[in-house]
Nanobody, 123 residues
């Protein structure tokens, strides 16, 4: 099992920045995809960004150019740098990990979610 612990959420004004961190512990596969999702009240959970253990990334269109994702494989930690924040970015942000047993990410062997961290953007 893999445990995920997020940190870094908070309250900022529009245009501000926040950096989220998510540390994975337990048996973490060499091949994995760590990502950030968010869920606003009354809405479904949606992908924000994700990054493979090889460093490949993809982002939701609504955060391109504003958010970056990075990771430190030695620490099993993924980061989400959020800039130019908007009120519509307000949500609970969840960290996730998908583990694979091959470098082509073909079959998920394990998946886990963090407990979520609140991000609120308001003036």
């Amino acid at each position: 099992q893999v445990q995920l612990v997020e940190s870094g959420g908070g309250f900022v004004q529009p245009g501000g920045s926040l950096k989220l961190s998510c540390a994975a512990s337990g048996i973490v596969s060499t091949f994995n995809i760590m990502g950030w999702y968010r869920q606003a009240p009354g809405k479904e959970r949606e992908l924000v960004a994700r990054i493979t253990s090889g460093g490949d990334t993809n982002f939701a269109d609504f955060v391109k150019g504003r958010f970056t994702i990075s990771r430190d494989n030695a620490k099993n930690t993924v980061y989400l740098q959020m800039n130019s924040l908007k009120p519509e970015d307000t949500a609970v942000y969840y960290c996730s990990i998908l583990s694979y047993n091959d470098p082509y990410y073909q079959k998920v062997t394990l998946s886990s979610w963090g407990q979520g961290t609140q991000v609120t953007i308001s003036s």
